[in-house]
Structure formats: C-alpha cells, structure tokens
C-alpha cells in the first residue's frame, strides 16, 4: 500500500512539474502528456511554443568547427548571432 501511495504521489509531482513547463517553457515538437496539457491549460491560455530551431543551428554549427569547415573567429561570431537572436525571441525574465 506504501508503495502504491509513493508511485501516485511521484506521478503528480512528475505531471505538475510537466505541467510547470508548458505554461513556461513551452518548445515546438515537444512531447507533451494529455494530463500536463490539461493542468497546464486550467491556468489560461496555453502559450505558443517557442521554436527549437536554433539548438539545431548551434549543433551544426559546433559540428563544422569539429570538422575544420569553420574556423574559431567564424564559429564565434555565428554563435555571438545565435544569441542574439535567440535574445530577442526568448528574453530572460528574472523573478523581482
């Protein structure tokens, strides 16, 4: 019986925690429980995922400088408009 209690309690907290990240942290293509989505919705409108295009732009990127295609300089400055980039569409918000 104890053990049934735990496995319950650790899959709320799993499908709160879930829940937590759609409404904060939303990506496009991520998997996403029935359960979370519908926790997650009964706080407002769900948000738009962001898109997880840029993850893939830096790995190609670290893969060609890996490779010798791209050299240091070049693979900073890529990266410094990476960032950038993903400033404008993913600002960071600091809790006051």
């Known amino acids: 019986m104890l053990v049934l209690l735990f496995i319950a309690v ?3 907290v799993l499908i709160a925690l879930h829940a937590w990240m759609i409404r904060h942290h939303r990506l496009e293509g991520a998997y996403e429980p029935r359960a ?6 009964r706080f407002g409108p769900l948000p738009p995922p962001f898109a997880a295009h840029l993850d893939q732009r830096e790995a190609k990127a670290f893969d060609r400088l890996l490779t ?3 050299d240091p300089a ?3 400055d890529l990266m410094a408009s990476l960032a ?4 404008v569409e993913r600002p960071l918000r600091v809790p006051r």
Not at 36 to 41: D, E, G, M, N
Not at 84 to 87: K, R, V
């Open 10 to 12: 650790a899959y709320t």
């Open 36 to 41: 979370a989505r519908w926790l997650a919705a």
């Open 68 to 70: 010798g295609d791209l």
């Open 74 to 76: 070049a693979y900073r």
């Open 84 to 87: 950038a980039q993903d400033a």
